[in-house]
């Protein structure tokens, strides 16, 4: 069983940068697609970025496209969300995740982190 540890949430001003961390239990995570998603409070679970397993591009949601970027560091088994330009609206618990190779499903989640952004 992979444990998926986030950090690096917080309060920030509308405009401010925060970056999040994913650390992983095991190193077999490096070999998973490992994405990024957020609940705002009363909404769904929502989708904020994906890197894939085979090294292709990040694929981000709409909503923060120019502003977030996920980046590695394999050596210590970590994901990163680096969250630029903050709104309001980017106020949310946020969860990283990670899929095998092949797998419809995400089989392991972080236990969410407080993203908070005044205005």
């Known amino acids: 069983q992979v444990q998926l540890v986030e950090s690096g949430g917080g309060l920030v001003q509308a405009g401010g940068s925060l970056r999040l961390s994913c650390a992983a239990s095991?190193?077999?995570?490096?070999?998973?697609?490992r994405a990024w998603f957020r609940q705002a409070p009363g909404k769904d679970r929502e989708f904020v970025g994906l890197?894939?397993?085979?090294?292709?591009?990040?694929v981000y949601a709409d909503s923060v496209k120019g502003r977030f970027t996920i980046s590695t560091d394999n050596a210590k088994n970590t994901v990163f969300l680096q969250m630029n330009s903050l709104k309001p609206e980017d106020t949310a618990v946020y969860y990283c995740?990670?899929?095998?190779?092949?797998?419809?499903?995400?089989?392991?989640w972080g236990q969410g982190t407080q993203v908070t952004v005044s205005s």
């Open positions: 995740a990670a899929k095998a190779p092949g797998a419809k499903t995400y089989s392991y």
């Open positions: 095991s190193r077999i995570i490096n070999t998973y697609s």
């Open positions: 890197m894939p397993w085979t090294g292709g591009s990040t």
